[in-house]
């Protein structure tokens, strides 16, 4: 991913001030914490989730900051391994230094699916509520953002009680 790729994404999105803080907010709690603290990739994080799948020491669970889901959304390699992952981490250490923490955000908050064909919280805002993405109410935001965690499994038509939920743990 070049920063030429990641401008180009920004000039046709939902600005942050265009989306609900309920959305934006809870997206960086539920999806990466540390995110306004690291420099696009969490090591604590993927030292833990190397060590848990090397190991098998529990439930596995995901390290990719943002920033990273932002890589992997643009340049469409999803490919389970260590090389992938290497060169995520380097190139969204690359990110972090053209971009902001907004820019970021708000990329990631347009070009993530969130199932049923649907991309970014614009479209699924529309798709899901009928409604803009700034006037989400803080149950409408939260699934959303269960979506944009596995938008299959927390399918509101096809999984409405794994959807709901979801959303009441995100509250």
Same mark, same amino acid.
């Given at each position: $991913? !070049?920063?030429?790729?990641?401008? =180009? ?12 803080? /309920? ?8 999806? @990466?914490?540390?995110?306004? @603290? ?20 529990? @439930? !596995?669970?995901?390290?990719?900051? $943002? ?11 999803? =490919? ?21 923490? @907004? ?15 649907? $991309? ?7 798709? /899901?509520?009928?409604?803009?993405? !700034? ?16 938008? !299959?499994? /927390?399918?509101? /038509? ?14």
């Amino acid at each position: $991913i !070049s920063a030429i790729t990641m401008d =180009e994404k920004l000039k046709s999105c939902y600005s942050l001030t265009e989306i609900s803080e /309920y959305l934006s907010q809870g997206i960086v709690a539920v999806e @990466d914490k540390e995110f306004y @603290d690291h420099a696009g990739v969490n090591f604590r994080r993927t030292l833990m989730a190397a060590f848990n799948h090397i190991f098998k020491m529990g @439930d !596995s669970f995901g390290a990719s900051t $943002i920033t990273q889901q932002v890589i992997k959304n643009i340049s469409g390699d999803n =490919e389970h391994t260590a090389k992938r992952k290497l060169s995520e981490i380097f190139r969204a250490m690359r990110i972090e230094e053209s971009h902001t923490k @907004d820019e970021i955000l708000e990329l990631y908050l347009n070009i993530q699916p969130l199932g049923e064909n649907v $991309i970014g919280v614009g479209m699924g805002a529309l798709h /899901y509520f009928g409604k803009e993405p !700034s006037e989400l109410s803080p149950e409408e935001a939260a699934v959303l953002i269960a979506l944009a965690n596995a938008p !299959s499994l /927390y399918s509101p /038509y096809n999984n409405p009680e794994k959807c709901t939920a979801k959303r009441n743990t995100i509250l």
